[in-house]
């Protein structure tokens, strides 16, 4: 039989978040570092990552001293 399969081998795969499995690959080495998997990636988590710093709608709201409920503030001054 022709050798010509690549070097289809088990993989161990470690993950930024601390989680580990392995699997077969034909990856080079024997050990795969990844930053996201199906632990801690939002969409299994369910957590969402929000990337903005929070409170830029209050901060908008403040600036332009926009009341929650209140459209005509200026109007009501
Ligand atoms: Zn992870």
Do not use: L, W
């Not at 690549?6 to 795969?13: L, T």
């Not at 077969?24 to 969402?48: A, E």
Request: proline share 3%.
């Amino acid at each position: 039989m022709k050798d010509i399969h690549p070097n289809y081998h088990e993989v161990k795969v470690e993950c930024a978040c601390g989680e580990h499995f392995t699997t077969r690959s034909t990856y080079k080495s024997d050990v795969m570092k990844i930053d996201i998997c199906n632990k801690c990636h939002p969409f299994f988590t369910g957590n969402q990552k929000i990337v903005d710093a929070a409170g830029r709608v209050e901060k908008f709201n403040k600036k332009y001293n926009i009341q929650a409920g209140n459209k005509s503030g200026a109007a009501a001054a």
